[in-house]
C-alpha cells in the first residue's frame, strides 16, 4: 500500500529545502502539487509547483468538494490539496510527499491516519526563525509582518504529528529526514 509523507512547519523553518532533498534521495516519491490563488513567483511553473488557480475556480472546487483539505494561509490566498492529486500518484504506485502549512497537515493526518507520517520541522528558536524570515527577499515588508505572525502561531501545532525533526544543522536534520522515511516506507538501507 502506497503511503503519503507530510512535512509540516511554521514558514520559515526549512521544510522545502528538506522535501528537495527526500524527493531527489527517494525515486518512488512524488510531490503532492498543491492548487492555489497566489501568482507565481519568478521561475514557478503551472502544474509543476502549484496548479495557480483563480479564485473563482478555487472557490469553485470548494463547492464540488474536490479538496481533500484546504486552507486560506494568508489573507485572500488559498491554498489546497487537490483529491484528484492523491489518488493520480497512488494510482501510478507512488508514494506522496507533501509540503504544507499546520493546518492541512493536521487534517490530511486525521484523514488518512497509518497511511501518513507527519513530520513537525521545527527551528531551533524563534528568534532563529524570524532570522531565516528576514533574509528571504522574496517577501516584502508587509508579508514579512504577516509572516512572523503566523510562525509564531504555528510554533504551537508541535503536539499534533507522529515526528518533530528540529533544523538547526541542515545537513543533520536532512540525515535524520532520510532515516524516518526509509522507515516509514519500509526501504533498505542504500
Ligand atoms: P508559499 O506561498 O510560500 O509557496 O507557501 C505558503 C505556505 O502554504 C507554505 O507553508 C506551504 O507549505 C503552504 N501550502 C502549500 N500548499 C498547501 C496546501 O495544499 N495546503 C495547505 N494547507 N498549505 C499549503
Redesign the pocket.
Known amino acids: 500500500m502506497k503511503k503519503m509523507l507530510i512535512i509540516t512547519a511554521p514558514?520559515g523553518a526549512g521544510?522545502t529545502t528538506i522535501v528537495r532533498h527526500l524527493l531527489k534521495t527517494f525515486d518512488n516519491l512524488s510531490f503532492s502539487v498543491?492548487a492555489?490563488t497566489?501568482p507565481p513567483r519568478a521561475g514557478e511553473v503551472d502544474g509543476k509547483d502549484y496548479y495557480f488557480l483563480t479564485l473563482r475556480k478555487f472557490n469553485n472546487r470548494i463547492k464540488k468538494d474536490l479538496f481533500a483539505?484546504?486552507?486560506e494561509?494568508y489573507p485572500g490566498k488559498f491554498?489546497?490539496?487537490l483529491k484528484k492529486e492523491i489518488a493520480k500518484k497512488w494510482r501510478k504506485k507512488k508514494d506522496i510527499v507533501f509540503?504544507?502549512?499546520v493546518?492541512?497537515a493536521t487534517n490530511l493526518k486525521k484523514l488518512y491516519g497509518d497511511r501518513a507520517l507527519a513530520v513537525f520541522i521545527k527551528p531551533p528558536s524563534l528568534e532563529e526563525l524570524i532570522k531565516r524570515l528576514e533574509k528571504r527577499d522574496t517577501e516584502s515588508k508587509k508579508t514579512l509582518a504577516e509572516r512572523i505572525a503566523r510562525a509564531k502561531e504555528e510554533l504551537t501545532y508541535e503536539n499534533n504529528f507522529d515526528m518533530v525533526l528540529i533544523n538547526d544543522d541542515l545537513a543533520v536534520a536532512l540525515k535524520e529526514a532520510e532515516a524516518l522515511v526509509r522507515a516509514f516506507l519500509d526501504l533498505e538501507e542504500e
Do not use: F, L, Q
Open positions: 514558514s521544510k498543491s492555489t497566489r483539505e484546504w486552507e494561509v491554498y489546497g490539496t509540503d504544507i502549512e493546518k492541512g
